[in-house]
């Protein structure tokens, strides 16, 4: 019974937790990041300011909670990907899952971003500054494997591996960033242009 109590409590309190991450969200969509307050989260979420600080240490650690779901749920499709196939076919696919899962929201996107943005490592609490560490941690050693492995056939030209992360991650969060500031939809043609960008720039 007590096993059943407790389990009772942590579903209550996960959902509490979504609750708020979900208010948060339609708060800073419907007001701007900067504009929402603690109490204005609570009253959305129906629940008592005490109640949020149970779950976050404050706004900042709320713009991490939403930015690490985002980073689940690449993770959750980059971990789909077929490795059996060319290793060229599995780069363009990797591009397009972070392409679909950053742009099939462009407003989720643009709130995630902001909060990555505004958010203070030095403030988040540990378990939630590990969480994202690991996952930005992940996302990089996911795409350092695959660069790796198209050096090493000679599909990329020989440089540093690390190199080719950085090119290619600011070409694609700087295309994005310019996309959300010029109010652009992100199209396929965009896409095109980018996945284009990367292949002819690194091939051997």
Known sequence: ??????????????????????????????????????????????????????????KNEIFASLVILQGHELMNALNRLDKTVPIISQIKI??????????????????????????VLEELSPPVLAEYTKLNDMKKEFARVLFQQAIDEEVFMA???????????GLYTGMLDVALEEDVQPSEELYLLLKNMVFKGFMA
């Open 94 to 119: 990797m591009i397009r899952i972070f392409w679909e899962v950053h742009t099939h929201d462009i407003k989720k996107f643009q709130i995630r971003r902001k909060c990555d943005q505004l958010m």
């Open 159 to 169: 440089v540093d591996v690390d190199n080719l992360i950085i090119a290619s991650m």
């Open 1 to 58: 019974m007590k096993m059943k109590i407790s389990d009772r409590r942590e579903r209550e309190f996960k959902r509490r937790e979504e609750d708020i991450l979900q208010a948060s969200f339609d708060l800073f969509s419907e007001n701007g990041i900067e504009s929402v307050t603690i109490d204005m989260i609570a009253e959305k979420a129906g629940v008592g300011k005490g109640t949020i600080y149970k779950h976050f240490i404050g």
